[in-house]
């Protein structure tokens, strides 16, 4: 049983940091992506960024590129959301998500829909 969860989150100040954290188990964790998506109230579920865990193939959304750092440790089965420079719009649920990596990591996160396991999601709250 696969089984994917999200540590990290909390509440900071614009311009601060924060490191979220997947432990994803029951999967053979280099055959996958994993990636972090992000909801804010009333809006859609968006990509974040995700990263192939073999090749270490990544992927940004656009308003993070050069702000987030997505890495993994496979030794640990863990994938981690390094956030710098934070800012109030950056406010959401975070979700770790795992899908079979024989599909690119672009795609997969720019869809959310093809993600096959997800966590519980972890709660970024940043203020001005």
């Known amino acids: 049983q696969v089984q994917v969860a999200e540590s990290g989150g909390g509440l900071v100040q614009a311009g601060e940091s924060l490191k979220l954290s997947c432990t994803a188990s029951?999967?053979?964790?280099?055959?996958?992506?994993l990636g972090w998506f992000r909801q804010a109230p009333g809006k859609e579920r968006e990509g974040v960024s995700c990263?192939?865990?073999?090749?270490?193939?990544?992927h940004y959304e656009e308003s993070v590129k050069g702000r987030f750092t997505i890495s993994r440790d496979n030794s640990k089965d863990m994938v981690y959301l390094q956030m710098n420079g934070l800012k109030p719009e950056d406010t959401a649920m975070y979700y770790c998500?795992?899908?079979?990596?024989?599909?690119?990591?672009?795609?997969?996160?720019?869809?959310?829909?093809?993600?096959?396991?997800w966590g519980k999601g972890t709660l970024v709250t940043i203020s001005s």
């Open positions: 998500a795992a899908a079979r990596g024989d599909r690119s990591v672009e795609a997969l996160c720019r869809n959310h829909a093809g993600m096959d396991y």
């Open positions: 990263i192939k865990l073999l090749a270490g193939t990544t």
């Open positions: 029951g999967l053979t964790f280099d055959e996958y992506v």
